[in-house]
């Protein structure tokens, strides 16, 4: 226990820092999982040729793919609420609050909190000429480009009671940002994700199954590719350096282990130093010539010096008294405490 709290510093650090590398590996093995799809993944044109392809797989569905097309939506698109003329499939409408707020460290710093988000979606597929595919659970890409249509932000002007308010709480107003996304009709984007085709002959692309993220973006796909490995390559210098700080940890553990048992050590020898002394001292004190009935019981060559409680034994001397700690050697009854005993 004391010694636990030598290392309590090492260990809070070596616990957060097992979460970090945990979190890292996951991170890491996903990037890649995901980085070696992306790069078999076969990039196919939205024509004729493309019901071939599919034929080529089981179950009339290709695992990841990547697919360029312009977006058309397959009912009414959606009207943008800040602009008539502008019309598309899928609307994001984000309502951010922008405060000062006062750090654990003192400082005032700019922080943005999303205090309404809003999707609209509408069914929609890719095209190219007399060729579509639909595109499936467009709100669970993970990747989802949008043309911002609006960004406004109304600032607020705090009065004095909000000053006061502010310099308390640790929180100061600034304003509000209303924000209109919108993935727009027409726009010209590259999925990527599963594609099947139904009994009935229609192709659509949705989320993969096998974890793999579906991708609705304006990126291609080498650009793609160069992310994602800038990604992985973040994660991998953060996995050093995690690593780093827990083999720091643990040798500075293993360090104060190893001193503390050193000076353990020190400390036993020095004790067995004095004991030893001691029981030499003693040696020299004892009277010699005593008669069998007043040595002790067990070498037989000290005298009684120590009686046992409760019992109430005079029956060893210091020396043995030293080794024998459970019962007494007479009555067998548990020593509690022991008293030197004065015998004139
Ligand atoms: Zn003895
Ligand atoms: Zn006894």
Redesign the pocket.
């Known amino acids: 226990m004391e010694f636990f709290s030598e290392i309590i510093g090492e260990t809070v650090i070596l616990g957060l820092d097992s979460l970090v590398l945990g979190f890292c590996i996951k991170q890491l093995s996903k990037c890649k999982h995901i980085l070696n799809a992306l790069q078999t993944a076969p990039v196919l044109d939205i024509d004729g040729t493309l019901n071939k392809e599919i034929n080529k797989y089981s179950n009339n569905t290709i695992p990841y793919v990547v697919i360029r097309g312009l977006v058309k939506p397959l009912g009414n698109p959606i009207t943008s609420n800040y602009n008539n003329s502008v019309t598309g499939v899928v609307q994001r409408l984000t309502i951010k609050e922008h405060v000062i707020a006062r750090t654990s460290a003192g400082f005032w710093s700019d922080q943005t909190r999303t205090i309404h988000e809003v999707y609209n979606s509408t069914p929609f597929v890719l095209n190219s000429g007399k060729y579509s595919i639909e595109v499936v659970d467009a709100l669970a890409a993970e990747l989802l480009d949008m043309d911002v249509i609006s960004d406004k932000f109304e600032p607020m002007s705090p009065g004095v009671i909000d000053h006061v308010w502010g310099f308390f709480s640790g929180v100061r107003q600034r304003g509000l940002q209303t924000m209109e996304e919108m993935l727009r009709d027409g726009s010209y984007i590259t999925a990527i994700g599963e594609l099947s085709r139904s009994n009935t002959g229609a192709l659509k692309i949705q989320p993969p199954k096998d974890g793999l993220p579906l991708y609705l973006t304006t990126a291609t796909k080498s650009s793609l590719l160069k992310r994602l490995a800038s990604n992985r390559d973040f994660l991998r210098v953060l996995l050093v350096m995690v690593c780093t700080v827990a083999a720091v940890a643990s040798s500075r553990i293993a360090y104060k282990l190893i001193k503390r048992r050193r000076r353990r050590a020190v400390e036993d020898s020095m004790k067995k130093q004095l004991a030893a002394g001691r029981r030499e001292r003693r040696a020299h004190a004892r009277e010699r010539n005593l008669a069998d009935v007043q040595l002790?019981v067990?070498?037989?060559?000290?005298p009684k010096e120590i009686i046992l409680l409760p019992c109430g034994h005079v029956c060893?001397?210091e020396?043995?008294s030293d080794n024998i700690t459970d019962n007494c050697p007479i009555c067998r009854e548990r020593i509690e405490s022991r008293a030197p005993a004065f015998i004139t």
Request: proline share 0%.
């Open positions: 002790c067990v070498c037989t060559e000290n060893l001397c020396d043995c």
